[in-house]
Structures are given as C-alpha cells and as structure tokens.
C-alpha cells in the first residue's frame, strides 16, 4: 500500500514563499505519475501540478504557471511556490498513480487519474 505524506504547510503573507514536500513510503512500484491537488473551503478539489516519471514534461493549471514549481528527488516529491497569492490558500495533497497501472482515460490534473492520496496540508496566505 503506498503512503504518501505531506508536509511543509503555514501561514505566510502575500509575495512569500512555501515548499511543499509529499514522502513516498511502503511503495512496491518504482515509477509514478505525481500530483498535486488543492482544495480551498466550499470549493471542489483542482489539479495543480504533475509530473511523469521520467521528471519530463511538468504541467501545471493556469493560475499557477510561473509561481509554482513541481520537482521529484528520490522518495520525495516537491512544490515550491512563489508570489504567494491570497486565492493559494486552501489544503494542498499530493497523489500517486503507478506507472505500472498502465494507461489512464483521465488526464493527470484530474483527480479520477490518481490511486492514492496523502492527507493534506494547509497554505494560508494572508493579504
């Protein structure tokens, strides 16, 4: 069963900067695509951020494009985010799907392209 959790959460004020970090543990596959999803209250839960495998091709939701950046080292997967924007708060999670699951009809900024999920952190941004 893989594990995944994050941390790397707090309150900053606008313009400032966090990292995220999501530990990959207990995981019997070598590869997977990586997200990251936010969900801010009374919203439904969007894709911030992916990356295949491989590390190539990272693609990100408009809104972040610029600020945010997803890297993988080892077991442990990042998000840096930069110029902070009040609208960033929300509880940010990190997924997982197994390169080894094959194909999937979801594309990876969707939640439905993902099998397992950390149990959050939260980013406050205050103006």
């Known amino acids: 069963q893989v594990q995944l959790a994050e941390s790397g959460g707090g309150s900053v004020q606008a313009g400032g900067s966090l990292r995220l970090s999501c530990a990959v543990s207990?995981?019997?596959?070598?590869?997977?695509?990586m997200g990251w999803f936010r969900q801010a209250p009374g919203k439904e839960r969007e894709g911030v951020a992916a990356?295949?495998?491989?590390?190539?091709g990272p693609i990100y939701t408009d809104s972040v494009k610029g600020r945010f950046t997803i890297s993988q080292a080892k077991n442990t997967v990042y998000l840096q985010m930069n110029n902070l924007e009040p609208e960033d708060t929300a509880m940010y999670y990190c997924?997982?799907?197994?390169?080894?699951?094959?194909?999937?009809?979801?594309?990876?900024?969707?939640?439905?392209?993902?099998?397992?999920w950390g149990q959050g952190t939260q980013v406050t941004v205050s103006s």
């Open positions: 990356m295949s495998p491989s590390g190539t």
């Open positions: 997924a997982a799907r197994p390169l080894a699951w094959g194909a999937s009809r979801a594309t990876p900024l969707t939640q439905q392209f993902y099998n397992y």
């Open positions: 207990r995981s019997p596959y070598s590869n997977n695509y």
